[in-house]
């Protein structure tokens, strides 16, 4: 406890340190400012279309914003990530848990810089407006495939969105909710009350009612993307009310499942294939298979086909006809009577005879939201402006 | 399967569950941070202890299941978590009893290490599942499968609520007891009576953070059972908070980690039978109510009572 003997440091000891640093510092500096022009940013004269030329491997850069095994969103990007490592000439690095902050940036850069990546596939909302953007206008020869919808006409040329639109797969999913329930009563564990939570709702609800149109659904909003506590809460609460399915949208559903398993109840999965996580209980779940989008990209790049020069659309969009989700593995729930009812109304998605958004659809106020004789496919902006929850589901929106 | 809709009784029902469910990890942090603050030491790294400790249990339940079985590798964790959070510990009492180091500095540092590598070592064990702890059923008597259902007890929970008592009367009683109260109260007179501040100090802090990490324990093996980076979502700063509400009482803090873990279950207990309105507000209630009881209990005349003397002074 004698506080006199501070750090002594010598005079000499600091100068000798100030002057060690300053010539780390220097050279370090040196070192990058000679590799990264041959390696990185290719001079304006060549041409930097990322053909694999003379053997030399397209690098892709993957980023997540979380683990990528987590039975949600990020591990379907991952899947779809790992569908496209082993092709020869293509070459895969990957980041987790990367924040919707300057941070990217600094991933996408050093995928460029040092991986020399060209192209960069960031895969999360948050990421595009103003890191992509930003980081876009400084390589223009580096293409960024975002997971969004949010690409319009305006921006750089060298960014481009691809989705998938889950109603399709959501509208499944609830018509084999609705036969294998029999309570009458379905619970939904929501993250946030947003378009793309709502619009799984409502399509949900919409495939649950064209069974059995007495279906009542609850939802509960726990706030945010995770909050693992909350949701066990929220399926916990829900089962306590009767409900015998849960489905569930939030960023990893681990938990939901889980609990919901240890209920005795069933379970509707989301983003990626949780049958593993409940073996009784698990009914199916909307996947997302963006192996398929991946590789077509990756066709698309390996025959010099580029953003820039119009080979490669800007905007990739889909749903269940072009194999951009599936559903996941049927649960031993699922009965043959109902197996089938879904190939048949699957099949007739895809022909497109049935439409998940097809008015009259009212919300759960009564207003009529889709007047009767429209149909909307679900590539429709107007699905976009959804703020309501459909017909027989109770919750709020606000 | 779900018998039928409880309706209006399931909110009390749901919260009461909730508590029953929720609050170990709240009272195993609160027990320990009030062992340490005892002692005159903040530890606010509890969240970091926590992350950590939540990690190390379940990987340690999941890696050692085929080895000792499924039914006793959970407690081989719950035992490796408190092991880890003695080492945090060890290091927090170590760093921030160098002269003129700030505890609470050290504290936010010890947060960010101990979540950094509760992260770093969890990457594998996000995706497996790992065996879970039992579960005294205590609900058998009611034939309806939700109380069933809300009396699943832990026994973690079970081991909190004696842990609470006696640590009342280990300060109040014990010879020990007294050593730490003297320690946090007046250094210079538990100096004159012969007892090592450092320590005393140094035992408190790691059986501190040996409680918190089981209190991770209890959120990766017990509820909601699994190892996720949010899982905490900062359940351990809350439980350092709650020390102060319970005015470094032992058994108030065992009231208080309830009432925070039921807090939990409002919320959505009151969504699932329709209320809506204003949901924001049910999830904000416990911070809300907190304030205004530190409000009511605070005065201007005279500093908080049961407040350790020597809390937050530098060596």
Redesign the interface.
Known sequence: ???KR?LYLPRRQVIRGILATAAFGATSKLWTGCSSTPEGASGPGGDASPTAEGGKPIVIGFIYN??K???GWN?AQATGAAAIASIAGIKIVEQ??VPETKEVQEVMRNMIEQDSATVIIPTSFGYFDPHVLQVAKDYPEVQFFHSGTLWKEGLPKNVGSYFALVDEGQYLAGRIAAQAS??G?I?FVGAKPINPVLRNINSFMLGVRSVKPNVKM??????DW?????????T?????????VIAVHVD?P??VI??AE????LSSGFHSDQSA?APKGYLTGTMYNWGTIHKKYVELLKSGKTLMNGGIPHQVIGGIAEDYISLATFGPAVTDAIKKDVEATKAKIVDGSTVVYTGPIKDNGGAVKIPGGKKYPVTAQELTQIDWLAEGV???TS | ???????WW?VP??IM??TL??SAPFLFVSLGECLTEKSGKINLGLEGTLLTGAMSAYAVSYQLKDVVGPGLSPWIGVLVAGIAGMALGFIHAWLSQQ??VNDIAVGIAMIIFGSGIA?FFG?PF??P?APQLLTFDLGNWSSL??VQ??LKISPLFLLGLIIAPAMAWFFKSTRWGLFIRAVGDSPDAALAMGVSIKKVRMLCIIAGSFLAGIGGAC?SLY????W????S?G?GLMAVALVIFARWNPIQCLWASLFFGGA??I???L????I??G??LF?AAPYVLTLLIMIITCSPKKTLSGAPGALGTI?
């Open positions: 406890m004698s506080t501070s979380a683990p095994d987590d039975y591990q987790e848990s029999k309570s009563k619970g609850q939802v509960i909003f726990t706030g995770s909050l693992p506590v909350k949701e066990a809460e929220a916990n609460s829900l089962v306590d009310q009767g409900a015998d990893s681990k938990v889980e609990t240890k209920r005795g109840v996580l109770s919750g709020k | 399967m779900a018998a039928e809709a409880l309706g399931g029902l749901g569950a909730g469910r929720g002269p003129k992260f990457k996000i995706k599942q499968p939700q259902s809300a959120l509820y909601p059972g699994l996720s980076e949010t899982i979502s359940q939990q279950a919320g959505p207990a969504q699932s039978v329709g809506d309105q949901r924001y999830n060596n």
